[in-house]
């Protein structure tokens, strides 16, 4: 496969130039993906309904959301959205408020206690195993778009009879960005820079807003993009980043890695995992609240461009959840965790949109995470044996 990289148009140093590098990137990672969609064909029959689910942003607390006086954190929720939703006020995580097992458990519809950091796959099948398995379904049917580095493994579990041949797709842009940079960085034929070492430095400080250091191991998932798309996804990184005005947000680059996927495959169910707002692990109460605000703009964003491609209009469900709370100890830095396990760190919202929506309501029954992966079964009109969650009654599925 021969990548070209259309650089110049890209070197004017502004946000226009900025936000269509990045729509490139996701282009050219999308491209990688492609020729699997000639595969498998046959018998495989697509659901008349797709699904979106969202993880609000790597856990907020309610009160900086959905509580009146979170209200100016995320505009777009509740003046744009929550018209056209139906709103769970009481949403709760009852298993493990860390980001895997959370996130996994909105897919399995189990809770799940599997190691926290991303080592191990779900312990139980995957909505999207079991839709691929029934319906016949290629990969590009089903995706798991991440800022989050730790989710390779999230895709599929090792159940018995499921597992890898049915897992999703799994994509950590931001994962692949960095990993771009330094093969770039540290090749001799490399483009020209002048400073290698200090340009490394600057690249990797403007892309990693996470909390944790640089060095982190990414588990194989057994689908590596490959030497030559690195190489050239590197040569154009090298060129966007010497616009010193940089600066990214591993979100944004999720969000426009989904829409291409939107775009491309036009996949019946999707897990996008905005992470951003975990910023707060930093102890910065206005990154903090500056991660919420740039979230509550995405999945706004989002949500209009599902219902800008016919493939999705009408026709789509979209939920949207934080994964964990924070932790309230006011005495503490409270927002800055979600390891206490105390109510503020369990008590999120659910926000559903779209098919099967009853809009602008709201219902005060408890909800939880686990109900979401029977919710989107029902939707599809898949099976989901053994899964511990309830679908959303007050859906006209
Ligand atoms: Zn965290």
Same mark, same amino acid.
């Given at each position: 496969m021969i990548w070209r990289i259309p650089h110049p148009e890209f070197r004017t140093p502004n946000g226009e130039a900025r936000r269509n590098f990045l729509k490139l990137a996701a282009a050219l990672i999308a491209d990688y993906f &492609?020729? $699997?969609?000639? &595969?498998? $064909?046959?018998?495989s029959v697509k659901p008349a309904y797709r699904a979106i689910v969202v993880t609000f942003g790597g856990g907020a607390r309610y009160q900086d959301t959905f509580a009146p006086e979170g209200w100016v954190n995320i505009p777009h929720l509740v003046n744009d959205l929550l018209p056209q939703a139906i709103f769970y006020p009481s949403a709760r995580n009852e298993g493990l408020t860390g980001h895997f097992n959370s996130s996994a458990a909105l897919l399995t519809g189990n809770w799940q206690f599997v190691d926290s950091f991303g080592s191990e796959p779900p312990a139980t099948p995957t909505f999207f195993e079991y839709l691929r398995k029934e319906r016949h379904l290629p990969v590009e049917e089903t995706w798991v778009i991440a800022t989050n580095k730790s989710f390779s493994l999230i895709g599929g579990s090792h159940g018995r009879d499921y597992g890898v041949p049915y897992a999703a797709n799994v994509i950590l842009p931001k994962q692949l960005l960095l990993e771009a940079i330094q093969s770039a960085v540290g090749s001799?034929?490399?483009?020209?820079?002048?400073d290698r070492e200090s340009f490394l430095k600057t690249m990797l400080s403007a892309l990693d807003e996470g909390y944790e250091n640089y060095g982190w191991q990414v588990y194989d998932s057994g689908r590596k993009l490959s030497q030559e798309l690195r190489q050239s996804l590197a040569q154009s990184l090298l060129d966007y980043f010497n616009d010193p005005s940089v600066p990214s947000s591993g979100d944004e680059l999720t969000f426009f890695m989904t829409k291409e996927i939107m775009n491309r495959f036009a996949p019946s169910l999707m897990l996008v995992n905005f992470w951003d707002i975990d910023i707060a692990h930093y102890g910065s109460y206005s990154l903090y609240l500056q991660a919420i605000r740039r979230t509550d703009r995405l999945v706004w964003e989002l949500w209009q461009y599902a219902q800008s491609l016919p493939a999705y209009r009408d026709r789509t469900l979209m939920i949207v959840i934080p994964e964990v709370g924070r932790d309230g100890d006011i005495h503490g830095n409270g927002f800055a965790n979600h390891r206490s396990g105390d109510d503020s760190c369990r008590r999120v919202w659910l926000l559903a949109l779209g098919a099967g929506v009853p809009k602008g309501t709201a219902s005060e029954r408890p909800v939880h995470h686990i109900d979401v992966a029977p919710t989107v079964a029902q939707l599809l009109g898949f099976k989901m044996p053994g899964c511990d969650g309830k679908p959303l009654v007050e859906l006209a599925i």
């Open positions: &492609l020729p $699997r969609r000639l &595969l498998a $064909r046959g018998s001799p034929q490399g483009p020209g820079v002048e």
